[in-house]
């Protein structure tokens, strides 16, 4: 009993679950304390969730393509309006951290990072991005996501980020996060 209980252990894994789109302007309200509880019926343990907008964490023994079917048939039943979303592991987050530029621990007006997400067509997303006139900002692809850093706030309304990123197709299938939420995420994956 004790091996298979070890066995388990050995096989869970922490995730970061990241959905867009919530609680965003009184529209597609979600309940954080009620979305975790349904978390733990589907079988995750260790639930938590960070800020209002959609940043959740879990354990599970679950492969991450088993994971992936688990979570889109709940959300399909329970929250149909949710289609967008992220899921990495706690080493996915250590590994990309690892390899950021050091200039994302410099300061700037805004850090924000672009999120992959489950059905998003990353090549499509890196071209348009690749092929944008950069000005004052400036931009690192990662593993788990676009890393994009702007410098001056009087000339954001200037930037690509501004007037082109919001328009690019790709956009309503990314999930956004802060430089700050994003190192939040990473305090809480590590959390037991």
């Known amino acids: 009993m004790v091996k298979a209980s070890w066995i388990n252990l050995s096989k869970m894994k922490r995730y970061a679950f990241l959905v867009r789109g919530i609680n965003v302007g009184g529209r597609h309200k979600v309940v954080m304390e009620e979305f ?6 589907l ?12 940043n959740f964490f879990f354990d599970s ?9 688990v979570l889109e048939r709940f959300l399909n039943k329970t929250y149909p309006f949710i289609k967008v979303f992220s899921l990495f592991t706690l ?20 850090k924000d990072v672009l999120l992959y997400t489950e059905r998003l067509d990353k ?6 991005i690749e092929s944008l006139e950069l000005g004052d900002e400036i931009i690192h692809l990662g593993q788990l996501g676009i890393y994009w850093g702007k410098f ?11 007037k ?16 700050r939420t994003f190192s939040k995420i990473g305090q809480f994956l590590r959390m037991k």
């Open 152 to 162: 001056d706030k009087s000339s954001y309304n200037q930037t690509a980020y501004h």
């Open 164 to 179: 082109k990123l919001l328009k690019a197709p790709f956009y309503p299938s990314i999930t956004i996060r802060n430089a």
């Open 123 to 128: 090549n499509e997303m890196r071209n348009v």
């Open 91 to 110: 080493e996915d987050y250590q590994n990309e951290v690892a390899s950021l530029p050091k200039w994302w621990e410099d300061d700037f007006y805004r």
């Open 36 to 41: 975790c509880h349904e978390l733990k019926e």
């Open 43 to 54: 079988g995750m343990s260790n639930v938590s969730s960070y800020i209002n907008s959609g």
């Open 61 to 69: 023994s679950l492969m991450k393509v088993e994971l992936l079917l």
